[in-house]
């Protein structure tokens, strides 16, 4: 069992700068890659962010420039930081894991966090 826990969102003037953490935990043998996803009100998940083991990274086109995507292999932890944030990244914001473990290689999903971007 893997379990995902999310952190740091919340409130925000546009323009200001918000840090999310992943946590992944459990049985975890490895992680292939780790990432953030998107929920708007109104629409359909979107990905943010993504990045291997090896440290590879993939970004939306709506965030390229202004958010960053790291982890900490040895903590199972993944970070996004976001900077420059616009009303438009409004969203509950996923974090998943493709972790392997003793049984199975599957991608796990975190609770969600909140991010608001509003004056």
């Known amino acids: 069992q893997v379990q995902l826990v999310e952190s740091g969102g919340g409130l925000v003037q546009p323009g200001g700068s918000l840090r999310l953490s992943c946590a992944a935990s459990?049985?975890?043998?490895?992680?292939?890659?780790m990432g953030w996803f998107r929920r708007a009100p109104g629409k359909q998940r979107e990905l943010v962010a993504t990045i291997t083991s090896g440290g590879s990274t993939n970004y939306a086109d709506s965030v390229k420039g202004r958010f960053s995507i790291s982890r900490d292999n040895a903590k199972n932890t993944a970070y996004l930081q976001m900077n420059s944030l616009k009303p438009a990244d409004t969203a509950v914001y996923y974090c998943?894991?493709?972790?392997?473990?003793?049984?199975?290689?599957?991608?796990?999903w975190g609770q969600g966090t909140q991010v608001t971007v509003s004056s």
């Open positions: 998943t894991a493709n972790a392997i473990t003793a049984i199975t290689t599957t991608n796990y």
């Open positions: 459990g049985s975890i043998l490895a992680i292939n890659f």
